[in-house]
């Protein structure tokens, strides 16, 4: 015969049920309103037409002459970013873990490029880069021939000048979550192998970058897809001139007024995002087992 604890706990049950509902229905709604029905919506319209389903706004996307050079760009903006942005992010936080005098200074005036919006930094590297910036007239006041930084015909100068841009804009990003992650590992396991002759490369190598990962996973995945999602600072320095997805996007959107291309080039950028996001975390799964 079941005593009153097991009619207690049988008629509990079902209680918990409509409390869990009313707890996570509202957030299942919000998130899709606000990411499942857009995302749907665009799909739909990237391949719709006036007679049901085509692939014509596809097919216009990709003969464009900016498309394949706006895809280049952008993976080849991210492949080198990327890496330059964790390197300096790192050697920044590792140098503010030994506690240097005025590294609270520090970490505020690397982090102010957060307080920057995309646009203001771009118009910050234009006034330094133009032709006129600062930049030439610091060379012309040394004597030396002012360089054409932003100049149509140089592919390369205009990469690096977008390159250095989102690498003093972005930067501070992964430098926030670095340091909140070294934060959480005490220094008891740095001094242990320290005590069994560990260098500082065998320590970070050994010893922090493991304890880091999840953060790292988290900044990386993060960055990727922000990186993804660069327009403003190529817009102020470049134009059209250094094109990258999101700014073929908005040419298509708001210039060439065709929602229906850009919403195909959107869903090339959601693609790319989600297939590096699941590149990363099946590698970094891989590397941790």
Do not use: C
């Amino acid at each position: 015969m079941p005593g009153p604890t097991a009619g207690r706990a049988t008629g509990s049950a079902p209680s918990r049920i409509p409390s869990v509902v009313w707890l996570v229905g509202p957030s299942v709604l919000l998130m899709a309103l606000l990411f499942g029905w857009p995302m749907i919506a665009g799909i739909v319209q990237a391949f719709a037409g006036p007679e049901g389903f085509t692939l014509a706004h596809v097919e216009r996307m990709v003969a464009d002459p900016y498309f394949w050079p706006s895809v280049r760009n952008t993976l080849l903006l991210i492949v080198v970013l990327i890496p330059l942005q964790f390197a300096l992010a790192l050697a920044m936080a590792l140098l503010l873990r030994t506690n240097p005098r005025f590294g609270g200074l520090y970490f505020y005036v690397w982090a102010i490029p957060l307080a920057v919006s995309d646009l203001a930094a771009g118009l910050v590297w234009l006034a330094v880069l133009t032709d006129r910036g600062y930049l030439n007239s610091v060379l012309a006041g040394l004597g030396l021939t002012p360089v054409p930084w932003l100049a149509f015909d140089n592919p390369v100068s205009l990469f690096v000048a977008v390159l250095v841009a989102e690498l003093w804009r972005a930067t501070a990003l992964v430098l926030v979550i670095v340091v909140a992650g070294l934060q959480g590992i005490p220094k008891d396991y740095e001094e242990a192998a320290a005590v069994f002759g560990a260098g500082p490369w065998q320590r970070l190598r050994h010893v922090l970058l493991p304890l880091l990962r999840p953060s790292l996973q988290v900044a990386l995945i993060l960055r990727t897809i922000l990186a993804f999602q660069t327009f403003a600072v190529a817009q102020a320095l470049t134009g059209q001139n250094f094109p990258l997805l999101v700014g073929e996007t908005y040419r298509w959107y708001t210039i060439l007024q065709n929602e229906n291309v850009a919403a195909a080039l959107a869903l090339v950028v959601l693609l790319l995002s989600m297939l590096t996001s699941v590149i990363y975390l099946r590698t970094l799964r891989q590397a941790q087992t």
